[in-house]
């Protein structure tokens, strides 16, 4: 039980709330909580208005120059869509449950809205929906790539002050049938380390930049394939293999993480891996989806002393 669950509960007269409250349908339960924020809205004064927007950390402009980051975006965008990423621009809201009816995400950490939606918190997640209609509608078997530059809202707090409840990322995905012998996997992990490797290259020394790779299970002839094809990615940036065996069921197969080292501390830039989501959204075992991120908000604050 959550400790939001354990609060309600604890109170005698609301012991069974949320029992009763998860028996009505989802349109009679969206009706009752637009009626009660209708009516709660009402008693909220100007002044109180802006003493609760003034301690919402959610509702904090960000603190990157406006334009240098827009232009940050931008640039990422175009050299993902020379990659033939099809630039998408995502609505700030989602099905609610996208990410934790495929996932291993609290609903907790998401911000749930009226009207059976949220907050997109992983536009990734997002991608793996548009991939299944697509292919649903289409019968499309193709490769399939996404690139999107999105503000994520994340509802956990962070200790460190330059991590703030909505932060920018460019996301991508890449999904398509399997081909057999690893043949999809490796290809499109390549691509995606490589456009990784580049807008990364263009903010920092490459000096400063290495490559971290999570195997997510014990497949040793992946494995052998792997590191045929890390021989030859770069000479700079040397990647290291590690054996991350059973840790957590969020990617598969394979995770990798670029880190800048910058002033003597190690931060991670962006990550990516396959997941499992557009199998169970099709369904089809022989889907495959691979996604990452690349936080350039953080990137723009470390690169303008802000982080």
Known sequence: MSNISKLIAGKKEYADLLNELQKFPGAKLNT??????????????????????????????????????????????????????????????????????????????????????????DA???????????????????????????????GQAFSNPAFTAHFGILCLATGGKDTGNFSFELEHLAEHMHLHSSLLSNEFEKNKLFIKIFLKDGNEIFHQKLETLIKGFDNSIEPMIERELDAGDYYKLVQFKFFLLHNGEEINLSDGGFVDWTQKLIPNKKHRLLISGVGTELIHKIKHNLF
């Open 32 to 121: 009752l909580l637009l009626e009660l924020f209708r009516k709660k809205v009402k008693k909220i004064t100007p002044t109180e208005l802006l003493k609760h927007f003034e301690n919402n950390r959610f509702a904090v402009p960000s603190s990157v120059d406006t334009i240098a980051f827009k232009e940050l975006e931008i640039r990422y965008l175009k050299l993902a869509e020379e990659k033939k990423f099809t630039p998408v621009i995502l609505s700030p809201l989602t099905s609610f449950g996208t990410c934790s009816s495929v996932g291993f995400v609290d609903q907790n950490n998401i911000v749930s809205a009226l009207r059976g939606t949220e907050v997109v918190s």
């Open 124 to 154: 990734t997640n997002v991608f793996a929906l548009l991939m299944a209609q697509e292919i649903k509608r289409k019968k499309n078997n193709s490769v399939i790539k996404y690139a999107t530059a999105h503000r994520l809202v994340r």
